[in-house]
């Protein structure tokens, strides 16, 4: 049977931090395959504010940063008429569920979190697992009154609370937040298993190519929007000559050779870029780049990255004037997410044993 024979759309739910600028690996490992699956899924795309101040955020900053990253939505192909597109905060029921599920899970499950792990040591702590399997940390060496607060540790929880508020069938994330969604499965089945069924075992889908770019300068590592060093993350609003002058400094190595391997992740990441965005495989490449140097590699992939970004860049310049417009976007996103979340906490609420409401 087909879906237009009267079989349910699957629901897609995704998620992005409000951090302002959109990164090549946001871009690439997440939202532009966002836009593809809008035609045959019923689609619920977040920017999760809440999740923002678990770092510090100034106010006016983070509100602006919403706004712009709708408009980096929409530019990107995110179709507001084919998919609600929400602002966290605006919706009742993500850090409600968040607190029953926060209820369901072991502090240590936490702090094994890789992603946390990397964010305190971020802040300067130090952490070692104990043999039965406790973390410690150590405030040796961590800056002064650098403090980890307990919405960082919670985080991961606010993230499977976001995707189960939806009952989400699939999840389409980039290859870091596949630890989180082995969280985000296991507490839903952890609910299941002591309420009944409730949640949908939502499914990761983390794409074939671009899943993982890496940071132009320190290529073992994820690019990123916190790095302190500009050179290493490309942005999907960078114009032309900033995209040339990082694809310039890009670190490969000194052997020459253009091809893809753990022991050239600089030059593989380069590849992975290119074949995410003209669509050949890494193995066609290499060999149209046999005997070639790193010179004309980086040179063709200034070019691909530009062309590509252009539309977007325009898209957004054009959008990000329109704030009415964007408002009326967030605005039919909320209330079409609100209506599938009461549906769920509702039922959350009832199987947990709070006392329905009366109404007056
Ligand atoms: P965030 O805002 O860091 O990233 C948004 C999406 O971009 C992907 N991504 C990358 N993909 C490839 N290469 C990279 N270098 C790269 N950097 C980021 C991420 O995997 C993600 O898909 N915790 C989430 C936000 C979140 C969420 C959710 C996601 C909150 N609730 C519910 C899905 C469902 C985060 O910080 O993403």
Redesign the pocket.
Known sequence: MTQSEGEKKKVI?????P?GKL?L??Y???VRNWSNMLENHECYF?I?DL?AITTPAHPATLRQNVFDCVAQYVACGLDPEKSHQFAQSHVIGHTELAWVLTCLTPIGELQRMTQFKDKAAKLGFKTAETEDGEVKFSHEGARPQASINAGLLCYPV??AA??LLYNADL???????RQ?MELCRDLAQRFNHQFSDTFTIPDAFVPKT?????SLTEPTK???KSDENERATLYVLDEPDQIKKKIASAVTDSEAVIRSTPEKPGVSNLLTIHSALSGQTIGELEEHYAGKGYGALKEDLTEIISASLQPVREKYHELIKDKAYLKSVLAQGAAAAQKRAYRVLGKVYRKVGFPERERT
């Open positions: 739910l995704t998620c992005a931090q951090t990164t690996g946001n690439l490992g997440a977040g999760v999740h606010l993230m976001d995707i999840v389409p994330v980039g290859e870091d937040q989180h671009g899943a993982k770019i890496m994820k690019m990123s």
